[in-house]
């Protein structure tokens, strides 16, 4: 029997300028995937009587539930640097909100079929953007870094046309805190559209930072988040490709797995986008580029303000205390990883190893993984290393021994692609544990394995 889901959407009170109301484009034959059902459960969906048929027509977006009244949001946002004034979910569907025993969370459909916003395009993800997502979005979950989860993944039964040429049709279903970016805010922003910043804001605050008193509030809340959130992507190698200000999310959680990698051999530069030619989201410089967006975000936030010059002050001194803030989240998140505390020289020890292994080329994550082998390989860091008496204890369950890397998932998206979903489920099952030891995803890629074209792809 279908699933029951309680949908209480509450973006729909907004006004009608904020989301276009329609249903998804039925496909033709349906077949589950994966579901998650771990998440289900932290969700307070009850699945037991739920067939893999049910699953598939609800989670393709066949059979809408009646209760539901689906909808894709309209946004806006800078991308690669260029702003353009409408963006929206031009490959996605919301099918509603629930209120879970964890908070409010938002169920949407990417790769449903077209939208008002979809300009020109076909609304429709292929098998490869769908499992990459899911897997990645689980690995960051099991290592404890605010993300969209994914709760299924459906092929459509379905051809699409890419550059590659005709490939399975899949959409994903994923869950999130909400899908309000900073493009969000900047849509109405670039519009002068006071009053629906207003409720906007007011929106947020009540969904999201309730001890948020005004937006400025908001805006410090929010910062903090993201300060926070990635330091984490940095502790773990990770390269999000496309930190466009509409895959910013307000809540703080991690969204929008394009060309995103954990990277192998550790250098700061490394780009993981095949058209982020300058390297505007390149590893190291996503705190900057963080600041860089919560600036956008403050310029929209300003013109509710009732004092303008005195908004820009004050929105300008706030954000100006990002720098340091982004310094000392780095900081939190490095010194567990050599089991040491927080200080300023557990930082410049963090930072020495992590200039040797730049020179050295040495993978990040499996010098993390084993720092006592590090008395090989750097061996004055490591005498200075031991001497500050790190906790083995700590820093041996604080780094991981496995992540999804890319290498890995392409193999499993070429084995899908030919309908063999195996590599996908096995390494789906060892990323639900990534500290404990796994040789079949614990190596880097040999010459002929390493992926060199990275696109969002869906």
Not at 257 to 273: E, I, K, L, N, W
Not at 365 to 377: G, K, P, Q, S
């Amino acid at each position: 029997m279908p699933i029951n889901i309680p949908f209480d959407t509450t973006y729909l009170t907004l006004p009608a300028r904020f989301h276009s109301k329609l249903n998804a484009t039925p496909v033709s034959a349906p077949t589950l995937i994966a579901f998650n059902h771990a998440l289900a459960a932290e969700l307070g969906l009850d699945t037991s009587d739920m067939s893999d048929e049910d699953a598939a027509n609800l989670f393709s977006g066949n059979n809408i539930p009646a209760n539901a009244t689906p909808f894709a949001q309209v946004y806006a946002g800078h991308q690669f640097g260029g702003f353009s004034p409408q963006l929206g979910d031009g490959r996605a569907l919301h099918l509603g909100e629930i209120a879970a025993p964890s908070g409010r969370v938002d169920i949407q459909l990417k790769g449903s079929g077209p939208t008002p916003y979809s300009r020109n395009g076909d609304g429709r993800a292929w098998v490869g953007p769908v499992l990459r997502e899911y897997l990645m979005s689980c690995a960051m979950h099991a290592l404890d870094i605010p993300t969209t989860q994914a709760l299924a993944a459906v092929t459509t039964g379905d051809f699409i046309g890419r550059e590659q040429g005709r490939l399975p049709g899949a959409i994903l279903t994923r869950t999130a805190a909400s899908h309000i970016r900073v493009g969000t805010f900047q849509y109405f922003a670039a519009q002068r559209d006071v009053e629906a910043l207003e409720k906007l804001t007011a929106y947020t605050i009540n969904r999201h930072y309730p001890d948020a008193n005004d937006p400025l509030q908001l805006f410090e809340m929010v910062m903090q988040k993201h300060a926070t959130l990635v330091a984490k992507w940095m502790s773990v190698g990770f390269i999000h490709g496309v930190m466009n200000t509409d895959n910013v999310a307000i809540a703080g959680e991690t969204i929008d797995y394009g060309p995103c990698a954990f990277m192998d051999s550790y250098h700061p530069d490394t780009v993981f986008s095949s058209i982020d030619r300058q390297g505007r989201y390149a590893y190291s410089n996503q705190g900057p580029i963080t600041h860089w967006n919560l600036a956008q975000f403050a310029t929209s936030l300003v013109q509710i303000m009732p004092d303008t010059d005195q908004a820009i002050e004050d929105f300008t001194a706030r954000l100006n205390q990002f720098p340091s803030l982004f310094d000392a989240e780095w900081a939190k998140a490095f010194a567990p990883k050599l089991g040491l505390p927080q200080n300023d020289a557990t930082t410049a020890l963090a930072k020495e190893l992590l200039a040797q292994m730049a020179n050295a080329g040495a993978d990040f994550t499996n010098t993390f993984n084993a720092l006592d082998e590090t008395a090989t390989t750097f061996p004055d860091w490591y005498a200075t290393w031991r001497a500050a008496d790190p906790d083995d204890a700590l820093w041996r369950k604080t780094n991981p021994a496995i992540i999804p890397r890319t290498h890995k998932i392409e193999q499993a998206i070429v084995a899908a692609t030919s309908g063999d979903f195996e590599p996908f489920h096995a390494m789906l099952a060892a990323l639900h544990d990534p500290f404990t030891p796994n040789a079949d995803y614990a190596h880097p890629p040999e010459e002929a394995e390493k992926v060199h074209q990275t696109f969002c792809g869906t």
